[in-house]
């Protein structure tokens, strides 16, 4: 069973367009992450979510929103695609205290036309 | 800003060492990680260090830490064309985000 699960794994798309990329998680953690990795492969962290608290990387622009149903899922919202948000998005979740391991999905490859 | 430094790239030839090295700044690091990057892939977490360790040895892994120079290291033995990948360094705290480096690319010739 895959244990962070990403969709779709691609997605291409024209600029101006809203799109979401869904995460799911079925390890029982209660932290979920959104991350970008740019063509250089920099991994950068957008966001950090638990049941409680949401924090947000100062970088990133407002067109990106996090959506949270439940604690197994944490979804990313786009509006108004922009060429520069082409890229790789991560998904990952960890459980606080412990060794903090976070765990990856396979990532969504987002081409913007 | 706290920082995670590792340089971008790395040749070597089948079957030898490759050592690949980090440095971080932040003195409150409680665990150092390092993920490997397939093509293609997410990240998947190879190994980890707890701060208070000098050393762990996991199969073909040597992980060294020297945590007075904050420097981290992995050594990957007989390395394979299979161990082809990124590398990343990463280090994280108390009740605190984990921050990566740029991440090293290791290419293994025959």
């Known amino acids: 069973d895959t244990a962070v699960s990403q969709t779709p794994k691609y997605l291409v798309t024209q600029m101006g367009n809203d799109k979401s990329i869904k995460c799911e998680q079925n390890?029982?953690?209660?932290?979920m992450y959104w991350y970008k990795q740019d063509s250089k492969k920099f991994l950068k962290i957008m966001f950090s979510?638990?049941?409680?608290?949401?924090?947000i990387n100062e970088t990133v622009p407002n067109r990106f929103s996090p959506k949270s149903p439940d604690k197994a899922h944490l979804n990313l919202h786009i509006n108004s695609l922009e060429l520069g948000d082409s890229a790789v998005y991560f998904c990952?979740?960890?459980?606080?205290?412990?060794?903090?391991?976070?765990?990856f999905g396979a990532g969504t490859r987002l081409s913007v036309l | 800003g706290e920082d995670v430094e590792q340089s971008l790239f790395l040749s070597v030839r089948e079957g030898d060492s490759s050592v690949i090295n980090c440095t971080y700044t932040d003195s409150s690091s409680t665990y150092l990680y390092w993920y490997k990057q397939e093509p293609g892939a997410g990240l998947q977490l190879l190994t980890y260090i707890f701060s208070n360790m000098d050393m762990k040895q996991d199969q073909r892994l040597t992980v060294l830490l020297n945590k007075k120079d904050k420097h981290l290291s992995l050594r990957i033995a007989d390395t394979q064309t299979g161990d082809s990948a990124i590398y990343f360094c990463?280090?994280?705290?108390?009740?605190?985000?984990?921050?990566f480096g740029a991440g090293t690319r290791l290419t293994v010739k025959p």
């Open positions: 990952a979740s960890s459980q606080p205290g412990g060794t903090d391991i976070q765990y």
């Open positions: 979510y638990n049941n409680k608290e949401l924090i």
């Open positions: 990463a280090e994280g705290g108390w009740r605190r985000d984990m921050r």
């Open positions: 390890l029982g953690h209660d932290t």
